[in-house]
């Protein structure tokens, strides 16, 4: 896959991944260079997420994305990116320009979810401009699992996000 000449406008190039059972959405910002090579969700080897969901849910770490998938909704969970489109140097969330809002509504229309959570600060800010209107449902920042955030160790990272773990009334 070539890379995106700067400027060039980027679309999201896969779909969310959720079902009828899923309750609690997770959302980062857009995909990773590696994300979009891949067509799935936290391709770069070196974001801790699948290890991070993993420990959370007590289960090994994903390998395959067909792993990956089943662990995702094994657990109730829906993920989707809060941008649709936009500019971005390469996988930096900080050079995201244009944003343009993902459609959510395909997932709360088809899900009972309850809950939403942001993977890191970006994609937080983005949810509470562009989406939380929309849904009207409070998002939750969990800490950034990118080896960009290499001021939270995986420990710190998996203790935070033990929350998804938590029963939802």
Request: glycine letters at 6%; one cysteine or more.
């Amino acid at each position: 896959m070539s890379m995106a000449k700067s400027g060039e406008r980027l679309y999201h190039p896969f779909p969310a991944l959720f079902d009828e059972n899923s309750r609690t959405l997770i959302l980062g910002s857009f995909p990773s260079v590696k994300s979009r090579e891949q067509q799935f969700f936290y391709g770069h080897p070196q974001n801790r997420f699948w290890r991070v969901l993993a420990a959370v849910f007590s289960e090994s770490a994903p390998q395959t994305i067909a792993e990956k998938r089943a662990l995702v909704l094994a657990h109730h969970l829906a993920l989707w990116d809060v941008v649709g489109s936009c500019t971005v140097e390469g996988s930096s969330d900080a050079s995201i320009g244009g944003a343009a809002p993902n459609d959510l509504s395909p997932i709360f229309l088809a899900a009972p979810i309850s809950r939403v959570f942001t993977n890191g600060k970006t994609a937080y800010a983005l949810y509470e401009r562009h989406q939380l209107p929309k849904t009207r449902l409070p998002a939750q920042y969990l800490p950034s699992t990118s080896p960009a955030n290499a001021a939270w160790s995986f420990e710190k990272l998996v203790s935070a996000w033990r929350v998804l773990a938590e029963e939802t009334g």
